[in-house]
T-cell receptor
Framework: GIQVEQSPPDLILQEGANSTLRCNFS?????LQWFHQNPWGQLINLFYIPSGTKQNGRLSATTVATERYSLLYISSSQTTDSGVYFCAVTLTGGGNKLTFGTGTQLKVEL | GAVVSQHPSWVICKSGTSVKIECRSLDFQATTMFWYRQFPKQSLMLMAT?????????EQGVEKDKFLINHASLTLSTLTVTSAHPEDSSFYIC????????????????FGPGTRLTVT
């Protein structure tokens, strides 16, 4: 099956710092989503981005489907950004099933 | 918009009993919902795809007789864990698929807050 690897697995930032999270996938996809899982377990939709670049406030995401990766940028990080970030993909021809990546655990400190 | 609820948020049950978890799309209709399972410090694993009015499709290795799924309406799917055992203790999360909400021509999944099941 498709492999979805995220890096780094863990990240500690000082408040105000910027970071880039990466998602690599092993096969052709037609859907990619980024999520933030907060400490209570709720997954929050960040981006639906099968291709191109989107920005939403301090967050932006870029997917280069032909090279099989996506990047999530977090600027001016805040303590509320802490949690786990997942990318998830839908395999081309695989219906609407999402395969989740391995996740990046982010901790933002004062 | 695109809110999904789950009930209960947590449940403790005795080994051998059954537990039902509800997943509702509150402000949209969803012909397809999904059920995931997440163990501590791990990623989400898809258990099954729930289609309104038809049988659920289970992922390989998921016992369909143990995890009963019913998608009775366009806004409600239920997961029943039958004859629960301690190894079934986990965080169960549902999602509902919504088409074309953010401009792309495809389905985006929205997730419920999850249900933490503990079997004693």
């Amino acid at each position: 099956g498709i492999q979805v690897e995220q890096s780094p697995p863990d990240l500690i930032l000082q408040e105000g710092a910027n970071s880039t999270l990466r998602c690599n996938f092993s096969d052709s996809v037609n859907n990619l989503q980024w999520f933030h899982q907060n400490p209570w377990g709720q997954l929050i939709n960040l981006f639906y981005i099968p291709s191109g670049t989107k920005q939403n406030g301090r967050l932006s995401a870029t997917t280069v489907a032909t090279e099989r990766y996506s990047l999530l940028y977090i600027s001016s990080s805040q303590t509320t950004d802490s949690g786990v970030y997942f990318c998830a993909v839908t395999l081309t021809g695989g219906g609407n099933k999402l395969t989740f990546g391995t996740g990046t655990q982010l901790k933002v400190e004062l | 918009g695109a809110v999904v609820s789950q009930h209960p948020s947590w449940v403790i049950c005795k080994s051998g009993t059954s537990v039902k978890i509800e997943c509702r799309s509150l402000d949209f209709q969803a012909t397809t919902m999904f059920w995931y399972r997440q163990f501590p410090k791990q990623s989400l694993m898809l258990m099954a795809t729930s289609n309104e009015g038809s049988k659920a499709t289970y992922e390989q290795g998921v016992e369909k007789d143990k995890f009963l799924i019913n998608h009775a309406s366009l806004t409600l799917s239920t997961l029943t864990v039958t004859s629960a055992h301690p190894e079934d203790s986990s965080f169960y999360i549902c999602s509902a698929a919504l088409y074309g909400r953010t401009g792309f021509l495809g389905y985006e999944q929205y997730f419920g807050p999850g249900t933490r099941l503990t079997v004693t």
